[in-house]
């Protein structure tokens, strides 16, 4: 398995993983859509600030039975209007993948009018698990006298 289908494989298992950009890191639900990482935000749905103004984010993607983190990838950040080819098929696959949706009839026309939609779609600047900085730095207190 190359690490763009272990990307794919990881986005799809599991309904959460965390987007960093802007020096801060967001755990978002998500759907796998054809070759994207598709999320909504904004409005009344999950806070991602600004996101459609950044090129690029990191994803970090972890197992979903152990939690560790096994995969981070850079990501294209692609702003998906209701004009666009990947609307309906991508808005569709976030609406049955919403858990809790009070408005199902009219979520997809409250997204267009409130959030963002995007694609995130993984590059080839991949690094797994072993490649990962693991440990935090810190600085020892300074005591004065």
Request: with cysteine; aromatic share 4%.
């Amino acid at each position: 398995m190359n690490r763009t289908d272990l990307v794919a494989e990881l986005a799809k298992k599991s309904g959460l993983l965390w987007v960093s950009y802007a020096g801060r890191t967001h755990a978002v639900w998500h759907e796998w859509v054809g070759d994207a990482v598709c999320v909504v935000a904004g409005g009344s749905e999950q806070p991602l600030p600004d996101i459609e103004r950044h090129e690029t984010v990191m994803l970090s993607l972890r197992s979903k039975s152990t939690r560790a983190l096994v995969a981070k990838a850079k990501a294209k950040v692609e702003v998906v209007t209701p004009e666009s080819e990947h609307w309906e098929p991508v808005t569709t696959a976030l609406k049955s993948g919403r858990l809790n949706l009070d408005d199902g009839d009219h979520a997809v026309e409250r997204w267009a009018g409130e959030s963002v939609v995007v694609r995130l779609v993984p590059t080839d600047d991949i690094s797994l698990a072993d490649q990962i900085a693991t440990t935090i730095g810190h600085t020892s207190p300074h005591l004065t006298r």
